[in-house]
């Protein structure tokens, strides 16, 4: 059983909207804004919290208990938090597992994260879901909150999304996973761990490179097939990297994307996207495939999703729908070995429902010339 001092530490969460939450802080001290969303999932706190998808954004946990389990590096999606801010009801400051070498406020503290506990996150979904989501602020301080001040921050936050964070969370210089199957080179977005460790496990030898590496640069790699990472904010915003995967296909090599990789491949076809009113975030969401009628329970973490109308004048069939608001979950090429999926079958955390998808596109790299 791991202990932690009890730090007494102010802390409140505004949206742009007004609207204000007041609690106890954790983590480290400090004001942030971002983009607040919420994710429904029950468990994997941590792969979420490490999760690059969430750069630029306060994650909203409508599970109750956080950190009971505390931290476990072997639970990592990439070197550690990528969040910007934690809110969550009720935080766990004894944890008790056999793999945590940490607990959760001692973990955001070192890595600059602030927190607040004890608010009712899921009133605060309810906001979100209505009014779709907002940018806010979150501060944590040893002195009581300046209300005033905390919502002049939500109100003149910055939208993270107007920025290109792939290229913030992307890898500066490639890095090889050596195996002695086929090469596969992936370009990382803000590539969770779990994409990689799908491939190596399937034989591959993988090499990740920078998402803005030049067409000419991945193909000196001599790859049997191209994987596109998930990542975070919206798609539009990685130009370059798009233009490179519409280089790529015209190579006629397999391609697959995962999440933000399903969107740039829409878009490297010439379809559209979109934001979502509040994203999809969480272990539970159910998607339909549409050529079998299969319906499989799977993990999400996305605000942007690929319009249906843009598919209908391209090579392109929609593979997956979501069966609560039957938005786009998954795109297929007519023609080429080319598909996406806007879940994550490798899981972490999650149900492993769709990981035959990583041997689809394995599948795809063996029979290609």
């Known amino acids: 059983m791991q202990k932690n001092n009890t730090r007494i530490l102010h802390a409140a969460l505004a949206l742009r909207d007004g609207s204000v939450w007041h609690g106890k802080g954790f983590g480290a001290t400090g004001k942030i804004t971002g983009e607040v969303v919420f994710n429904t999932g029950m468990m994997g706190y941590t792969q979420s919290v490490t999760d690059p998808s969430y750069t630029g954004q306060i994650l909203a946990q409508t599970y109750p208990l956080i950190g009971n389990y505390g931290v476990s590096r072997q639970e990592f999606e990439s070197d550690g938090p990528k969040i910007q801010g934690y809110a969550i009801y009720e ?4 944890p008790s597992h056999y793999t945590s070498t ?42 009581p909150i300046d209300v005033s001040e905390i919502l002049n921050a939500a109100k003149t936050a910055e939208d993270p999304n107007e920025r290109n964070l792939v290229t913030e969370v992307s890898i500066n210089r490639p890095v090889t996973y050596p195996g002695k199957g086929k090469r596969i080179v992936i370009i990382d977005c803000g590539m969770k761990a779990g994409i ?51 280089d790529l296909i015209e190579y006629k090599l397999p391609v697959m994307g995962i999440c ?22 969480g272990q539970n969401h159910p998607v339909m495939e549409k050529s079998t009628g299969k319906c ?3 993990s999400q973490n996305h605000g942007f999703t690929i319009s249906p109308e843009s598919v209908k004048d391209k090579d392109v069939d929609i593979s997956f729908v979501n069966v609560n608001d039957g938005t786009v979950e998954g795109i ?16 972490r955390p999650g149900p492993v429902d769709t990981g035959y998808l990583f041997d689809k596109f394995m599948k795809m790299v063996e029979r290609s010339k």
């Open 196 to 246: 990689s460790q799908s491939l190596l496990l399937r034989g591959a030898s993988v090499t990740r490179v920078p998402a803005e590496y030049s067409t000419k640069k991945i193909m000196d790699l001599s790859p049997d097939g191209i994987f596109i990472s998930n990542g975070p904010g919206d798609p539009k915003m990685a130009i370059k990297t798009i233009k490179t995967v519409s």
């Open 332 to 347: 297929e090429h007519k023609k080429l070995p080319v598909f996406g999926v806007q879940y994550h079958p490798e899981a």
């Open 91 to 94: 935080l766990c400051r004894g």
């Open 260 to 281: 933000l990789g399903n969107q740039i491949i829409g878009l490297s076809l010439g379809c559209d996207t979109y934001k979502l009113k509040f994203g999809h975030r």
């Open 102 to 143: 940490m607990d959760v406020d001692t973990w955001l503290k070192s890595g600059g994260i602030p927190g607040i506990e004890g608010i009712d996150t899921r009133e605060l979904t309810k906001v979100l879901r209505n009014e779709g989501t907002m940018l806010g602020a979150l501060e944590v301080s040893e002195n």
């Open 296 to 298: 499989y329970i799977t």
